[in-house]
Every structure is written in structure tokens, then in C-alpha cells.
């Protein structure tokens, strides 16, 4: 019948077009019952008009062109559990009642399901426009029917071009252009361009905030989402419910249409308490359930209102938001995918045909110079962006996605497991393409994706696990990162040999994980290993050998045994002072611990001027703000505490915590450990307050981080006991005054 130009839809068009439409009707009737029984299976026609009410007309000429325009321009009223809201009414109502001398256009803007419509409804039902039209905007077809239609319902012709002749001539109507969504569509095609009328568009495309006034809805206030939820599920308002019910719309973010599904689907079982077990069990299956009964006329679910909006996207705009839904859902950056087109296949590097996914998914993104290109990027993101799927904070320039569209993302896979190994790989190689300067910055922002990706799928990170024990490391995960390197040197002693030096590589970051976690003895017996493999085949003047000794030295000086420390480190700043010079890098690294081991020694002086000659050449070499500079500042500043010049002291330390807090946050161990020592040298000089404030402040971290056990911990705990004896507070030091023994790390 559409491939019909006599057919039914051309039969209706023509109805509509007719400009004596009663005349019309007698014609037409005999016809139109003879396919009655096909014209109800039709939900909505073209023009909008429900099959019922066609009938109607159709039976009963004398009104029908009355009741066709009535159906067309009049707006139903809002839900009838509509709740919330409230400043964006206010919104609203300030910038439609400000007479300014040119038309007032206002855009809702968001996610599919987060109410936008419903709130237009309500701003109407409040407001006292002479003339409403609502226009279904999410066709051109649709469009220019309801345009059609205003020309009809005030008589003045039947076209588009009648009807944006009558808005010109008048002055006090709202045209409502309803669900906006399609990016392909110029609204501005249809637009009336004059200084007068009132306009409000509801979309998902954030474009359309150019034409005016404008509003992101996203979701609802905590109360009012509770308050919703109980309405719809015709719970009463009890202390307890109020309680379930809050938790109830957290899960669920306080989306509207989520909500109301939830609550739908509570007043069926009436089971409110039991909601949240279902839930957890079944989360796709509720957020994709219709209610049999409704409030408002909105069709769709949670999950279909966005498998609409997916369908219209390209295959790779799709791929990209399925790609993402194994990351976490905020944090996410374009430099993840474009950095990763760097990487170099290292030698433990998997297979390239392993990486042929990942890459050829990148290759959708290179220029033929074989460089990044950022515009085709931008072209695919925002692709998404229209539909309102992702959202971007101009900011951070970092991208992010509603937490149940995430979840929801990755239920349009058939099989996850193509795309999560996609993505790990993706991330691996992004992390292994990250200069090693920078790599403890990036860790912070890469954690909440690996832990996301590990949670899915264990197994599928396995090629880049040495990558993510780095992260786990860096941001001070240890147990986590323990497990991991764990696997990674299993899998390295099974393939390559326990002498091959990527073993012994993976060997060294176990051990440095061990010390991280208290177990210096282990730690001690795993160097002991490597330093001994690495002299008999490299020789004791090759840079790893010296890397080894160092390491070695380390744990010397965790296990208390200065004196051996001293000797290893004596020898490795010579050797590699000799090899590389003053200025390099491993050779001020060589100093600094040398440093740290003749204060254990009680050697300040010699300390001191080693310090205070690693903090200039760092401040130099790497900037006042690099970590390593940094630590280099902190471990003067103890040398200063422990020489008594605790202002000296004081000045580095608060620079050395202002800049770690900024840098790594507030509880990466490094923050903790320059947080403690300030907190000693407060306690040094009498400002016990201060000194107490900080120490809570790292006991809990700490507590957090590693536990009630570790030895962090303690020593946090006896500091805190200490500066509680000093402020008086006797019982809560427990009667366990200590010294204050936290400067080194």
C-alpha cells in the first residue's frame, strides 16, 4: 500500500490536503471502510492521528475537521506522577516571562529517558499561551504535517507556508517541537524567522543549543527521584520505604524513565525491598520491560529509547561506544586510542596477528602520513554526542557516558569477549606507549579502566599484565599489583626461561612489589637471584647489573642493614659516575639513595650535601614539579629535620605536599609519606594541633590502602598515639608515646 500513490497513505494525505474537506469525506467513506479492518492495524498514521479517533471522523463528517486539528495542535498534559523539577521550571518561566523584543526560543537537551518532554508538558500546563501547537519534529514528514495542521485549525489555509504566515501575523503562541532527535534534520528549515512567538524544542542532539536559551537534562534530584519512585509504585511514604527506596534510584542514578519502570514494575509485585536482589540479577530484563500500565504516552523503554538512537549510528561510531563500555564510564580520552597507534611492539610484546583487531580498528583513524587524525575522531565522537550516548567536558577534555547507557552499551554485544580483548589490548598498548616520566601521572587515570576491564574478564588482559601491574604499582595497589606481576612471571619463566632478561625484569618488579607490602625478606632473596644472574652474563659494569645492585641496597636499608647498603651504593654511584656522568639521571638516582643511607647512618652532614646537590640538579634536569624532584626535596627536608633546621625543613615539606596532592592525590603513598613528615616536623615545632590534623589523615588512608596490619599502618598509628600524649589527650595515646621516625620511605 506506501508503494501505492492511490493507496491508503496517499488517500490520507490527500484528506489532509483537501480545502473542502467536508465535501471530501462522503466520497471517500464507502472506500475507507472497505479497508477499515487494515487501517486498525495501524498504531499511528502519518499525521498522528490515533485509528479510533480516524474513525470517528470519518463516521461522523460534521466534526471531523474540528476534531483532526484539535488532536494535532493540543498538547496532552504532563504525566500524571510528574514530580520534580522545579528549577527548570523556574528557568523557564524567568526566560519566557522577560519581555526582550525578540522571540523566545528554549531547548531541552539530554539523554533519551531523562524527561525532557515531560517537563516541556509541565511548563505549558503552568503557563497561559492563547495558542499551543505541538509538532512531532522526529521526521521532516511529521514536521510539515504539524505545520500543515496549524494552518488548518485556524482556518487560513491548508500548507506549511499558510501556517508560518499566520505565526507572522500573530504574536502570543508556543510551538512545541517535540523530540528533535534526528542531527540530519535543519530545524532551522522550519523555523519562523521573525521577533515575536515562543518556541520550545526537546532533542537529544546538544547542536541545538545554538538556537536559544537552553537546558542539559540529565537526572533528578535524590528526593525528588524517591519521591517518584514510591508515587509509581503506589508505596506509601513510610521512613523505611523512603530508606529502600533512596537506594532503589541511586542504583538506577535518578534517571526518570528508569525510574518509572522500577516503580511500575514494584506496584505489580509489591515487593519493594526485594527490588534491588532482582535487580542486580536481572538488569536488563527490568530496564527493558514496558509497563502494561502508564502515565504518560511515552512508548519506549530504558534500553529501546537508546537502541533507537544507536541504530542511527554509523558501525564505527557504534564499535567506539561498545569499545568504551568496558571502560569506566567517566575519565575517558581520545590520547588512550591515539597513543596506543605508537606502540613499538617491544619484545615481549604480543604477536602482531594478536593485535590485528585493535589495529585495524586504529586504522580507522590514520592518516596516510600514518599519523593520528584528530578531526576523524571528533567526527565519530560527535556522531555520538547527537544522540546525547556520550558526553564531553570541555575542561579535563575528557569524555564520559551515563552509567546505565555504559551498562547498556554492552548488552547490544552478542559476544563481549572480541571487543573486551579489543580494548585491553587498546589500553596495554596506550600504557606501554607513555613516556616513562609521565607513566605515574597517567596511572591515576587509568586505574578506574583497568579495574573495570580485570572485573569483566580476568583472563582478557593477560598480554598487557606487566603494563597494568605498572598502573596497579604506581597509584599504590600493591596487593593487587602482586597478583599480577605473579602471573606475568609464571607465564615469562614458562615461555622465555628463568635466566631470559625479561624474566629477570619481571623477577625485579615482584620483588620491589614484596618490599612495597612489608616482605623484605623475600624481596632480599629475589635480588640476591637476579643480581647474581645478571653479573655472571652482563658483567658488573653493564647498566642493568648496577640497576640490580641498587635494588639490592634497598632492601638492605628496609631490613636495617646500613652498612651493606652503604658499600652497594658507594659503588654504584662510582660506577655509573664513571659510565654515564654527574648529570644523568640513574647517577643522581645513585646519589640521592646514598643520601637517604647516610642519614640511616646518622651521617647529616654528608647527607646534607648530597641532598642538597640531587635537589639542584633535578630542579634543572626534570622541573620543580617532576616526582622524582620532589622526593629529592622530601628526603633534604629530613635531612634538615634531623640536623634541627626544622623551618628549613617545614618550607620543603608543605611545597613537597601541596605539589604531591595536586599531582598524585591525596592518598598515593607519596602524598602519605610527605603528609607524615610534615606532620613530624608540626610536632617538632610545637604545633601539635597541626600535626594531629595530618596524622588522622594518614592512619586512615593507610588503614584503607593496606590495612590494619601493615607496617605503614603502625607506624602512622604510633605517630598519631605520640601527638595525641603531646596535646594531652592521654587516653588516647594509649599511654604510647614515640618518637617521631617518619622521614624516609
Known amino acids: 500500500m506506501q508503494d501505492q500513490s492511490k493507496g491508503l497513505r496517499g488517500r490520507v494525505k490527500e484528506f489532509l490536503k483537501s480545502s473542502s474537506l467536508t465535501d471530501e469525506i462522503a466520497g471517500y ?8 479492518s487494515k487501517l486498525k492495524l495501524m498504531a499511528i498514521v502519518e499525521t498522528g492521528l490515533k485509528v479510533d479517533e480516524m474513525h470517528a471522523i470519518i463516521t461522523s463528517p460534521s466534526f471531523a475537521v474540528a ?7 493540543n498538547c496532552p498534559p504532563p504525566s500524571r506522577i510528574f514530580q520534580g523539577r522545579q528549577a527548570i521550571l523556574d528557568k523557564m518561566h524567568q526566560f519566557f516571562d522577560t519581555d526582550s523584543g525578540n522571540q523566545h526560543i528554549y531547548v531541552l537537551h539530554g539523554l533519551g529517558g531523562a524527561g525532557k518532554t515531560q517537563i516541556a508538558l509541565k511548563f505549558i500546563e503552568e503557563s497561559s499561551f492563547s495558542d499551543v501547537f505541538l509538532v512531532d519534529t522526529s521526521k521532516v514528514e511529521t514536521i510539515e504535517t504539524g505545520l500543515k495542521s496549524i494552518a488548518v485549525s485556524k482556518s487560513v489555509g491548508n500548507s506549511m507556508q499558510d501556517a508560518l504566515r499566520w505565526l507572522q501575523s500573530n504574536h502570543k503562541w508556543l510551538v512545541f517541537f517535540d523530540n528533535a532527535d534526528d542531527p540530519k534534520i535543519n530545524l532551522n528549515d522550519f523555523l519562523l524567522k521573525c521577533n515575536h512567538g515562543n518556541i520550545i524544542i526537546t532533542s537529544r542532539n546538544p547542536e541545538l543549543r545554538s538556537y536559544g536559551a537552553h537546558t542539559s537534562v540529565s537526572d533528578m534530584e535524590e528526593t525528588d527521584a524517591t519521591t517518584l519512585l514510591l508515587r509509581r509504585a503506589n508505596i506509601e511514604s513510610s521512613e523505611e520505604n523512603i530508606k529502600v527506596a533512596t537506594q532503589i534510584v541511586k542504583e538506577l542514578y535518578c534517571l526518570p524513565l528508569a525510574i518509572v519502570q522500577a516503580g511500575a514494575f514494584i506496584s505489580k509485585s509489591e515487593d519493594l525491598a526485594g527490588y534491588m536482589t532482582l535487580y542486580h540479577s536481572n538488569r536488563a530484563k527490568l530496564l527493558n520491560e514496558k509497563a502494561a500500565q502508564s502515565h504518560d504516552d511515552y512508548a519506549q523503554t530504558v534500553f529501546t529509547t537508546w537502541q533507537i538512537s544507536f541504530n542511527q549510528l554509523s558501525h564505527l561510531a557504534a564499535t567506539l561506544l561498545q569499545l568504551c563500555s568496558f571502560l569506566h564510564y567517566t575519565g575517558i580520552s581520545e590520547d588512550m586510542f591515539s597513543t596506543a597507534l605508537k606502540y613499538d611492539f617491544p619484545p615481549w610484546s604480543p604477536p602482531r596477528e594478536e593485535l590485528r583487531e585493535p589495529l585495524k580498528f586504529l586504522s580507522h ?29 570541555i575542561k579535563t577534555k575528557l569524555f564520559s557516558i551515563h552509567p546505565l547507557v555504559h551498562v547498556w552499551s554492552r548488552s547490544t554485544l552478542l559476544d563481549e ?5 579489543c580494548m585491553s589490548s587498546i589500553l596495554g598498548m596506550h600504557i606501554t606507549s607513555i613516556p616513562e616520566n609521565a607513566r605515574e601521572l597517567a596511572s591515576v587515570q587509568l586505574t578506574p579502566h583497568i579495574i573495570l576491564l580485570k572485573s569483566v574478564n580476568p583472563d582478557g588482559v593477560a598480554d598487557f599484565r606487566r603494563e597494568f601491574w605498572q598502573i596497579y604499582y604506581n597509584v599504590g595497589k600493591f596487593k593487587d599489583a602482586q597478583g599480577i606481576v605473579e602471573q606475568v612471571l609464571e607465564k615469562s619463566q614458562l615461555l622465555l626461561g628463568e635466566d631470559h632478561p625479561h624474566t629477570l625484569l619481571v623477577t625485579i618488579n615482584l620483588a620491589a612489589t614484596c618490599s612495597k607490602l612489608g616482605g623484605f625478606q623475600k624481596a632480599k632473596e629475589l635480588e640476591v637471584m637476579v643480581l647474581e644472574k645478571r653479573t655472571k652474563v652482563l658483567g658488573e659494569d653493564h647498566p642493568h647489573t648496577l640497576s640490580a645492585m641498587g635494588n639490592l641496597a634497598s632492601t638492605y636499608s628496609d631490613l636495617g642493614e646500613f652498612q651493606k647498603t652503604e658499600e652497594l651504593e658507594v659503588l654504584v654511584l662510582e660506577k655509573r659516575t664513571k659510565l654515564l656522568g654527574e648529570n644523568h639521571p640513574d647517577t643522581l638516582l645513585a646519589m640521592g639513595n646514598l643520601a637517604s643511607t647516610c642519614y640511616q647512618l646518622g651521617e647529616f652532614q654528608k647527607a646534607e650535601k648530597l641532598g642538597v646537590l640531587v635537589v639542584e640538579k633535578h630542579r634543572k634536569l626534570l622541573g620543580e614539579d617532576h616526582p622524582v624532584t620532589l622526593g629529592a626535596m622530601g628526603n633534604l627536608a629530613t635531612t634538615y629535620f634531623s640536623l634541627g633546621e626544622c623551618m628549613k625543613a617545614e618550607e620543603l615539606e608543605v611545597l613537597v605536599l601541596e605539589r604531591c596532592t595536586k599531582l598524585l592525590g591525596e592518598a598515593h603513598p607519596d602524598t602519605l609519606l610527605a ?4 606532620a613530624s616536623t608540626y610536632s617538632d615545632l610545637g604545633e601539635f594541633q597541626k600535626a594531629k590534623e595530618l596524622e588522622v589523615l594518614v592512619l586512615q588512608k593507610r588503614t584503607k590502602l593496606l590495612g590494619e596490619d601493615h607496617p605503614d599502618t603502625l607506624l602512622a598509628m604510633s605517630n598519631l598515639s605520640s601527638t595525641y600524649s603531646d596535646l594531652g589527650e592521654f587516653k588516647k595515646s594509649h599511654g604510647q608515646p614515640c618518637s617521631h621516625i617518619l622521614h624516609f620511605g
Request: proline fraction near 4%.
Open 67 to 73: 476534531k483532526a486539528v484539535q488532536h494535532i495542535n
Open 365 to 393: 583513524f590514520v592518516e596516510p602520513t600514518g599519523e593520528w587524525n584528530s578531526l576523524k575522531f571528533l567526527d565519530v565522537t560527535n556522531e555520538i554526542k547527537a544522540y546525547s550516548l556520550i558526553s564531553f567536558d
Open 675 to 678: 603528609m607524615g613528615n610534615l
Open 417 to 421: 569477549e572480541p571487543l573486551q580483548s
Open 29 to 36: 467513506q464507502t472506500e475507507i471502510q472497505g479497508v477499515c
